[in-house]
């Protein structure tokens, strides 16, 4: 299978991001994107550190989800807060030799999650501009 995240953070981003990619490297071959920084949707805390990731794993979606709850949880996400130490939402999938599938509760997408998924979006022929807030 292979995966788009988008994983962001606002407090301590450094870290909390390089524990994350470095757990995904543990479940397949990853290609990540520069990070990028983006004040928070909400106007409320400090600017976060955003960026995407490409995982091709022989993890089911199920356990992908359930592996990314943990990895925030273990990170010391804190959820309802302004303040969050990793956030990784699975945005889409891909089965091979199957249609990409959009998480549809992740649109509109906002553009911290457009621009840094764009930059990884290599084989893909949907616009990612399509599903973008305008």
């Known amino acids: ?8 953070s606002n407090d301590q981003p450094q870290p ?3 524990f994350a990619c470095a757990s995904l490297e ?8 520069s990070r990028y920084e983006f004040p928070p949707r909400s106007g409320i805390g400090v600017d976060y550190i955003n960026m995407a990731v490409q995982l091709d794993s022989a993890m089911g979606i199920d356990r992908l989800r359930q592996h990314i709850f ?9 959820r309802r807060s302004n303040t969050v130490r990793l956030d990784i939402d699975l945005i889409a999938w891909q089965e091979e030799g ?6 549809p509760n992740r649109f509109p997408l906002p553009q911290d ?3 840094p998924m ?3 979006w290599q084989e893909c022929t949907i616009s990612l501009q ?3 807030r305008t």
């Open 130 to 132: 399509q599903f973008a």
């Open 1 to 8: 299978m292979r995966y788009w995240l988008a994983l962001g």
């Open 118 to 120: 764009q930059e990884i």
């Open 70 to 78: 943990e990895l925030e949880t273990t990170a010391g996400r804190i």
């Open 26 to 33: 543990r479940l397949g071959a990853v290609h990540v994107s």
């Open 113 to 115: 999650v457009v621009l």
């Open 98 to 103: 199957q249609a990409v599938v959009f998480d």
């Open 16 to 18: 909390a991001l390089d």
